[in-house]
């Protein structure tokens, strides 16, 4: 499995920046896949998913409204819509392969995902 980010880069606020995840290794149309964020206050946090086919997206509240997580199963390429961003946004995003199809919600949500790329890293900053 290999998952490589790009797209992250300095932004002012209130700016947009666009992710992508290019995906290879594995069938991955088959998976559901989510983005997730490490920044030095907050820590590791979830962001967004995307169900295996596209049919099902989640954010998580900070982001919803702001953010658009898609997918192409052609390009094997996973993207992230960042509008309107907020410094707090500054963080290194990464994208992260869920076991299934579906994305669930258990308490300690990296238990149902299992491969992670590298990050990109994103500043949101005047």
């Known amino acids: 499995v290999q998952l490589v980010e790009s797209g992250g880069g300095l932004a002012q606020p209130g700016g947009s920046l666009k992710l992508s995840c290019k995906a290879s290794?594995?069938?991955?149309?088959?998976?559901?896949m989510s983005w997730a964020r490490q920044a030095p206050g907050p820590g590791l946090e979830w962001v967004s998913g995307?169900?295996?086919?596209?049919?099902?997206?989640y954010y998580r509240d900070s982001v919803r409204g702001r953010f658009t997580v898609s997918r192409d199963n052609v390009k094997n390429t996973l993207y992230l819509h960042m509008n309107s961003l907020k410094p707090e946004d500054t963080a290194l995003y990464f994208c992260?392969?869920?076991?299934?199809?579906?994305?669930?919600?258990?308490?300690?949500?990296?238990?149902?995902?299992?491969?992670w790329g590298q990050g990109t890293r994103v500043t949101v900053s005047s």
């Open positions: 992260v392969k869920a076991v299934g199809p579906k994305l669930s919600f258990p308490t300690d949500w990296t238990t149902v995902h299992d491969d």
């Open positions: 290794g594995f069938t991955f149309s088959a998976y559901a």
């Open positions: 995307i169900s295996n086919d596209g049919s099902d997206t």
